[in-house]
Nanobody
Framework: QVQLVESGGGLVQAGGSLRLSCTAS????????MGWYRQTPGKQRELVAA???????DYADSVKGRFTISRDNAKNTVYLQMNSLKPEDTAVYSC???????????????WGQGTLVTVSS
C-alpha cells in the first residue's frame, strides 16, 4: 500500500504564511506527478498546484505569485509554500500522487487525508 502523509496546516492571519508537506511511503517505483488540491464545503475540489517528476509546475490562477510548489524526489515529498494568505484560501488541502509500483507499468493514484488551513481576516 502507498500512503501520503500531510502536515503543516493550521490557523494563520491574513497576510501570513504556511508551508504544507506531503510524504509518500510504501511500494513505490516512481512518482510521476504530485500536487495539492483544496476543497471547501459545497464546492468542488480544485487544483491548487502540481508538479511533475521533470520539474514542470502548474498553478491555479488564484494562487499564482503567492504559492510555490516544490518537490524532493529523493524523499518522495512535495511542499506547498503559501504566502500572502487570504481568507478565501481557507479550505481542506489534500495531497495527490500518481505513481508506479515496482515491476508494473500501470500508473495509480493516491490521496492524502487532508489538512485544514484556516485564514482569519
Amino acid at each position: 500500500q502507498v500512503q501520503l502523509v500531510e502536515s503543516g496546516g493550521g490557523l494563520v492571519q491574513a497576510g501570513g504564511s504556511l508551508r504544507l508537506s506531503c510524504t509518500a511511503s510504501g511500494s513505490i517505483f516512481r512518482i510521476n506527478a504530485m500536487g495539492w488540491y483544496r476543497q471547501t464545503p459545497g464546492k468542488q475540489r480544485e487544483l491548487v498546484a502540481a508538479t511533475t517528476s521533470g520539474g514542470s509546475t502548474d498553478y491555479a490562477d488564484s494562487v499564482k505569485g503567492r504559492f510555490t510548489i516544490s518537490r524532493d524526489n529523493a524523499k518522495n515529498t512535495v511542499y506547498l509554500q503559501m504566502n500572502s494568505l487570504k481568507p478565501e484560501d481557507t479550505a481542506v488541502y489534500s495531497c495527490n500522487a500518481v505513481y508506479r509500483r515496482p515491476s508494473s507499468y500501470r500508473y495509480l493514484e493516491v490521496w492524502g487525508q487532508g489538512t485544514l488551513v484556516t485564514v482569519s481576516s
